[in-house]
């Protein structure tokens, strides 16, 4: 097996969260040329909230890549990985998917920003309970 240092992925993977954690205060502190840059994103949001037909598809998006779905795909992959022997793929699999978890609701926590109209399940409820398919026990 072929020895590598790894002193220089880690000083990238330091790099990278050190900018990563200089954006996150520049964007928390509303730094004027970022938020200038962050507002570019608004008439895009605009034009997809504005289309209710979109919604769909873009909530499609988001329930084939969240949490659940995730955590599914990881599964399945892993018990691949571990069936044809490949364990510390399969561990290194979960381990990424465990520590990805964790930092991506630890950032939106910290972060709390505005979540797009379509996630909104109050604007997206039904009028009434039973258009969900929800019924009195």
């Known amino acids: 097996m072929l020895e590598r240092s790894r002193t220089a992925p880690l000083a990238w993977a330091l ?31 605009g034009w997809a909230a504005s289309r209710p037909a979109l919604h769909p598809t873009l909530r499609a998006i988001e329930l084939g890549f969240n949490t659940i779905a995730m955590t599914i795909f990881t599964a399945v992959l892993a018990i691949v990985l571990f069936i044809k022997n490949h364990r510390r793929a399969a561990y290194l699999v979960v381990g990424v998917m465990l520590a990805t978890s964790l930092a991506t609701t630890l950032v939106k926590n910290a972060v709390g920003r505005a979540r797009p109209v379509w996630q909104d399940p109050i604007l997206d409820a039904p009028e009434r309970p039973a258009e969900l398919g929800w019924r009195p026990l």
Do not use: H, M, R, Y
Not at 17 to 32: D, H, M, Q, R
Not at 35 to 45: I, N, R, T
């Open 15 to 45: 790099l990278c969260l050190g900018l990563f954690v200089v954006i996150l205060v520049l964007v928390e502190t509303n730094w004027g040329p970022l938020a200038s840059l962050d507002q570019e994103g608004k008439p895009a949001e």
